[in-house]
């Protein structure tokens, strides 16, 4: 049964430092890997997309790698900001059960101004 | 629509009550997911349509839970009985497909409180 776990649970960090957030899973026979945040009480946006087939993924200040054989993802904020302050979910989606995404339960992220 | 609306956003019953929660999935997708989220938790999912039929209701808790698609678009999750553990936040998601490689797409989920 795949699992997806995430750590740390919570991280508190200054301003315009940069930051890991580490996600690893249990089966590597994943379709894709996805990061997302979370603002409280609101629903998921979708930050980075990495298939399988891939190394890694860059959106701004943002990078996500995969390393499906070891079972390890890492989500790397550059230069943080006080609005990046949120819940950062780690998801994977299985080969064999491509329906479904399996998600860990989140790195509460606080940006310190 | 743009994307994947939910309504209501909240809803607050008390236990016991019948409760109906809307998605509409983003036009054209034929993939409707469900998934509920409890405080502090990651989302869990509940059922999965491909089309009007469900292809997957394995995280379905129990029986008293239960989702229809009649026309392939609009999803209705029902809750009957509700209970103070039901309490959390339901999210919908839609994409082009079920393939692996088909983005899902969330909406902004409804927060349910059973008191």
């Known amino acids: 049964k795949q699992e997806v776990t995430q750590i740390p649970a919570a991280l508190s960090v200054p301003e315009g430092e940069n930051l890991v957030l580490n996600c690893s899973f249990t089966?590597?026979?994943?379709?894709?890997l996805q990061w997302f945040r979370q603002d409280p009480g609101k629903g998921l946006t979708s930050l980075l997309l990495?298939?399988?087939?891939?190394r890694e993924q860059t959106s701004g200040r943002l990078n996500a790698s995969l390393d499906k054989s070891s079972g390890r993802s890492t989500l790397y904020i550059a230069a943080s900001q006080p609005g990046d302050s949120a819940t950062y979910l780690c998801?994977?989606?299985?080969?064999?059960?491509?329906?479904?995404?399996?998600f860990g339960k989140g790195t509460r992220l606080h940006i310190l101004p | 629509g743009a994307g994947v609306s939910q309504t209501p956003s909240n809803k607050v019953t008390e236990k016991g009550k019948y409760v109906e929660l809307r998605c509409d999935p983003i036009?054209?997708?034929?993939?409707l997911y469900w998934y509920r989220q409890s405080l502090g938790q990651g989302p869990e999912f509940l059922i999965y349509?491909?089309?009007?039929?469900?292809?997957?209701d394995s995280g379905l808790p129990n029986d008293r839970f239960f989702a229809v698609r009649p026309e392939g678009s609009v999803s209705t999750l029902k809750i009957q009985r509700t209970e103070r553990g039901d309490s959390a936040v339901y999210l919908c998601?839609?994409?082009?497909?079920?393939?692996?490689?088909?983005?899902?797409?969330f909406g902004p989920g409804t927060r349910l409180t059973v008191l």
């Open positions: 998601a839609s994409s082009l497909s079920q393939l692996g490689h088909n983005e899902q797409f």
């Open positions: 089966d590597s026979a994943i379709y894709n």
């Open positions: 990495i298939q399988s087939s891939q």
């Open positions: 998801a994977v989606r299985q080969l064999d059960r491509d329906d479904k995404i399996i």
């Open positions: 036009s054209g997708h034929t993939a």
């Open positions: 349509f491909q089309g009007t039929g469900a292809a997957d």
